[in-house]
C-alpha cells in the first residue's frame, strides 16, 4: 500500500485541477493491484516486480507533458499574434528609425534608467581604455607621463567601470525595493506579498536567461575562430572540438548563479552579485513591512553600518539603494502633504550651489584611480586612499574600494533629493540617457564580445590605414575605430534586447503563471 499513499500524497500537490480525475482512476487501480499483489504467495512477489510504480511514472509524466504542453502552446500563441516577441522593424538599429519614433514614457524612477544607461557606457570606455589607452589609467601627476587632460580628477569619471558598477548596484537596490515599499507604507500587506512573490520568482530567470545565451553565443563563436589572438585579448576557453566546448560551457554555466564569474565572459562577475543582492533587499523588505516606517529606516541604517565595519561591499550599496527608496517614498508624503509648490518655492540658489558642490566632489570621488593605478602617488587622492581608508577596505579592487563606494551613494542620494525639477533628473530623463537605459543589460553583456572580435579588427585596420606612431595619429586612428564599433554595438544591444532580453521576461512571466 506504500505506493497508493505516494500517489495520493502527489494528488495533494497543484499538479492541475483537469488532471485530479484521471489520479482518482489511477489510485483506484493501484489499490486493486495491490490488493491482488499481495494475496500473491511470498516468492512470487519477490519474483515478479511491483507494477505499480511504473504506473505512478507514467501518471506523472502525463502531468510534466501536458503542463509542458500548455506552456508551450501559451508562448506559440503570444508570438503568433506578436505579443510576446518583436516586430520585424524591431530588429532595424534604434538610429536608423530615431526620428521616427515617439518617445518613451517616463515614470518617477526613469532617472535611474537613465543613470544606469550611462553607467553602462562608462564601463565601456573603461574597457576600451584598458586595451588601447593603458597611459591614461594611472592617476593625474603619479609619473612623469601622467598629465594628460583625461586623466585630470572627474574627467577620467567616464572610464572608471569600478565605480559605475556601485551605482549599477544602488540603483537595484532603490529600484527593486520601491513599489514594494509604497505598499508597505501604504497598509497594503495582500499585494505586497503578491509583488514580493512575483519578483523573487522571475529574477532569477530575468537575469540568468540573457547570460546563458550570450555565453552559448561566446563559446561558438570562440570555436569558430572570431577572437583576435593578441597579448590583449582575454583568455576564452577553447576545447579541441566542438562536442568538448559545449561540455566546457556547461560545466562553466551549471555553477554561475553562485559562482564568481564564468569562464566565457569575466565581465559577468557581477550578475551573481546581483542576483544575491537582490533576494537580500527581498527579504529585508519581506521582514521590515510591518514595521513602522522610522523603525526601518532605523534598522536599514544598523544593516548598513554593520556592513560598513566589516567591508561587505555588495550588500552595503543593494541596502543603501533600498534605504534611499524608503527615504524617498517619505518624503514624498511630505511633500504631498504640504504642497509640492510649497515645497518647491524653498528652493534657494545656496542650496542650489550646496547641491552643485556635493555632486563636484561625488565626482572627484568616483574618479579615484585603482590601486594598482598609482592612487598613492596620484594628485588629491594620496591621503584619501592610505589613512582616510579604514583597515576593514585595504586592499579592496573595483567597486569594492571605501571612497568609490560611498560617493555612489551619495550620488544617488543628492540626485534623487533635488526633485523632478533640477538639472540633474532632467539630464538622464532625455531619449538618448533613457536609449541606454533600455538597452544597458544588454549593452554590458555584449560589448565585452564586440569589442574583442570586431573592435579588434577595425581598430588593427584602421592603426595600418592611418597609421599609430604619434599620439595624434593613435588618437584619431581609434576615433575613427570607435565610430564604427559603437554604431554596431548598439544595434547588436538592440538586437539581443529585444530577441533575448524580452523573451526572458516574458518567459519568467509565463513561468510563472503555468
Same mark, same amino acid.
Given at each position: 500500500?506504500?505506493?497508493?499513499?505516494?500517489?495520493?500524497?502527489?494528488?495533494?500537490?497543484?499538479?492541475?485541477?483537469?488532471?485530479?480525475?484521471?489520479?482518482?482512476?489511477?489510485?483506484? *487501480? $493501484?489499490? =486493486?493491484?495491490?490488493? #491482488?499483489?499481495?494475496?500473491? %504467495?511470498?516468492?512470487? !512477489?519477490? /519474483? @515478479?516486480?511491483? &507494477?505499480?510504480?511504473?504506473?505512478?511514472?507514467?501518471?506523472?509524466?502525463?502531468?510534466?507533458?501536458?503542463?509542458?504542453?500548455? *506552456? $508551450?502552446? =501559451?508562448?506559440?500563441? #503570444?508570438?503568433?499574434?506578436? %505579443?510576446?516577441?518583436? !516586430?520585424? /522593424? @524591431?530588429?532595424? &538599429?534604434?538610429?536608423?528609425?530615431?526620428?521616427?519614433?515617439?518617445?518613451?514614457?517616463?515614470?518617477?524612477?526613469?532617472?535611474?534608467?537613465?543613470? =544606469?544607461?550611462?553607467?553602462?557606457?562608462?564601463?565601456?570606455?573603461?574597457?576600451?581604455?584598458?586595451?588601447?589607452?593603458?597611459?591614461?589609467?594611472?592617476?593625474?601627476?603619479?609619473?612623469?607621463?601622467?598629465?594628460?587632460?583625461?586623466?585630470?580628477?572627474?574627467?577620467?569619471?567616464?572610464?572608471?567601470?569600478?565605480?559605475?558598477?556601485?551605482?549599477?548596484?544602488?540603483?537595484?537596490?532603490?529600484?527593486?525595493?520601491?513599489?514594494?515599499?509604497?505598499?508597505?507604507?501604504?497598509?497594503?500587506?495582500?499585494?505586497?506579498?503578491?509583488?514580493?512573490?512575483?519578483?523573487?520568482?522571475?529574477?532569477?530567470?530575468?537575469?540568468?536567461?540573457?547570460?546563458?545565451?550570450?555565453?552559448?553565443?561566446?563559446?561558438?563563436?570562440?570555436?569558430?575562430?572570431?577572437?583576435?589572438?593578441?597579448?590583449?585579448?582575454?583568455?576564452?576557453?577553447?576545447?579541441?572540438?566542438?562536442?568538448?566546448?559545449?561540455?566546457?560551457?556547461?560545466?562553466?554555466?551549471?555553477?554561475?548563479?553562485?559562482?564568481?564569474?564564468?569562464?566565457?565572459?569575466?565581465?559577468?562577475?557581477?550578475?551573481?552579485?546581483?542576483?544575491?543582492?537582490?533576494?537580500?533587499?527581498?527579504?529585508?523588505?519581506?521582514?521590515?513591512?510591518?514595521?513602522?516606517?522610522?523603525?526601518?529606516?532605523?534598522?536599514?541604517?544598523c544593516f548598513i553600518a554593520y556592513w560598513l565595519w566589516f567591508g561587505n561591499t555588495a550588500t552595503v550599496l543593494f541596502l543603501s539603494g533600498m534605504l534611499l527608496a524608503d527615504i524617498s517614498h517619505g518624503r514624498s508624503q511630505s511633500r504631498d502633504d504640504l504642497g509640492y509648490s510649497?515645497?518647491?518655492?524653498?528652493?534657494?540658489?545656496?542650496?542650489?550651489?550646496?547641491?552643485?558642490?556635493?555632486?563636484?566632489?561625488?565626482?572627484?570621488?568616483?574618479?579615484?584611480?585603482?590601486?594598482?593605478?598609482?592612487?598613492?602617488?596620484?594628485?588629491?587622492?594620496?591621503?584619501?586612499?592610505?589613512?582616510?581608508?579604514?583597515?576593514?577596505?585595504?586592499?579592496?579592487?573595483?567597486?569594492?574600494?571605501?571612497?568609490?563606494?560611498?560617493?555612489?551613494?551619495?550620488?544617488?542620494?543628492?540626485?534623487?533629493?533635488?526633485?523632478?525639477?533640477?538639472?540633474?533628473?532632467?539630464?538622464?530623463?532625455?531619449?538618448?540617457?533613457?536609449?541606454?537605459?533600455?538597452?544597458?543589460?544588454?549593452?554590458?553583456?555584449?560589448?565585452?564580445?564586440?569589442?574583442?572580435?570586431?573592435?579588434?579588427?577595425?581598430?588593427?585596420?584602421?592603426?595600418?590605414?592611418?597609421?599609430?606612431?604619434?599620439?595624434?595619429?593613435?588618437?584619431?586612428?581609434?576615433?575613427?575605430?570607435?565610430?564604427?564599433?559603437?554604431?554596431?554595438?548598439?544595434?547588436?544591444?538592440?538586437?539581443?534586447?529585444?530577441?533575448?532580453?524580452?523573451?526572458?521576461?516574458?518567459?519568467?512571466?509565463?513561468?510563472?503563471?503555468?
Open positions: 500500500m506504500t505506493t497508493v499513499k505516494i500517489v495520493r500524497d502527489l494528488r495533494s500537490i497543484c499538479l492541475g485541477e483537469n488532471r485530479l480525475g484521471e489520479l482518482e482512476v489511477e489510485v483506484a *487501480l $493501484l489499490d =486493486r493491484e495491490d490488493f #491482488d499483489h499481495e494475496s500473491k %504467495q511470498p516468492d512470487e !512477489k519477490h /519474483r @515478479e516486480q511491483d &507494477p505499480s510504480l511504473a504506473r505512478v511514472g507514467k501518471a506523472l509524466l502525463r502531468i510534466v507533458f501536458s503542463k509542458l504542453k500548455s *506552456l $508551450l502552446s =501559451r508562448l506559440a500563441s #503570444d508570438f503568433a499574434n506578436e %505579443q510576446w516577441y518583436f !516586430k520585424p /522593424r @524591431e530588429l532595424l &538599429p534604434a538610429w536608423w528609425h530615431y526620428s521616427r519614433t515617439s518617445p518613451p514614457a517616463l515614470h518617477p524612477t526613469s532617472w535611474l534608467d537613465g543613470l =544606469r544607461g550611462v553607467a553602462a557606457l562608462f564601463v565601456f570606455f573603461h574597457h576600451y581604455s584598458q586595451i588601447w589607452l593603458q597611459g591614461l589609467r594611472p592617476g593625474w601627476g603619479s609619473g612623469p607621463d601622467a598629465y594628460h587632460i583625461m586623466q585630470l580628477p572627474i574627467l577620467r569619471v567616464v572610464y572608471s567601470g569600478g565605480a559605475m558598477v556601485s551605482i549599477f548596484f544602488v540603483i537595484s537596490g532603490y529600484v527593486l525595493s520601491t513599489k514594494p515599499l509604497r505598499l508597505a507604507r501604504e497598509g497594503k500587506n495582500e499585494e505586497l506579498l503578491a509583488n514580493l512573490a512575483s519578483s523573487t520568482f522571475r529574477r532569477g530567470p530575468r537575469l540568468f536567461i540573457p547570460c546563458i545565451v550570450s555565453t552559448f553565443i561566446t563559446a561558438v563563436l570562440v570555436m569558430t575562430g572570431a577572437f583576435v589572438d593578441e597579448s590583449v585579448s582575454r583568455h576564452y576557453p577553447r576545447a579541441g572540438s566542438l562536442r568538448e566546448q559545449m561540455a566546457s560551457w556547461v560545466h562553466e554555466t551549471l555553477p554561475f548563479p553562485f559562482a564568481g564569474g564564468t569562464g566565457f565572459e569575466e565581465n559577468l562577475w557581477t550578475i551573481p552579485v546581483e542576483f544575491q543582492g537582490s533576494l537580500l533587499v527581498f527579504l529585508c523588505v519581506l521582514g521590515l513591512s510591518r514595521c513602522r516606517d522610522t523603525v526601518r529606516l532605523a534598522c536599514l541604517a510649497a515645497v518647491r518655492g524653498h528652493k534657494s540658489w545656496g542650496r542650489k550651489a550646496a547641491s552643485m558642490s556635493l555632486v563636484l566632489i561625488v565626482l572627484f570621488l568616483l574618479s579615484m584611480p585603482e590601486y594598482d593605478e598609482a592612487v598613492a602617488e596620484s594628485y588629491g587622492y594620496a591621503t584619501l586612499a592610505t589613512s582616510l581608508t579604514p583597515e576593514s577596505w585595504r586592499g579592496h579592487s573595483g567597486p569594492g574600494r571605501w571612497w568609490p563606494c560611498l560617493s555612489a551613494i551619495m550620488l544617488v542620494a543628492v540626485i534623487d533629493h533635488a526633485g523632478p525639477d533640477s538639472c540633474y533628473q532632467k539630464l538622464f530623463l532625455h531619449r538618448f540617457p533613457q536609449y541606454l537605459g533600455r538597452i544597458s543589460f544588454s549593452f554590458y553583456l555584449c560589448h565585452g564580445v564586440t569589442l574583442y572580435t570586431i573592435g579588434l579588427r577595425v581598430a588593427n585596420l584602421t592603426f595600418r590605414l592611418l597609421g599609430s606612431e604619434t599620439d595624434l595619429r593613435h588618437g584619431f586612428s581609434l576615433l575613427v575605430s570607435g565610430c564604427v564599433v559603437m554604431p554596431l554595438l548598439f544595434w547588436i544591444s538592440d538586437v539581443f534586447t529585444v530577441v533575448v532580453d524580452r523573451g526572458a521576461v516574458t518567459c519568467s512571466r509565463r513561468m510563472m503563471q503555468a
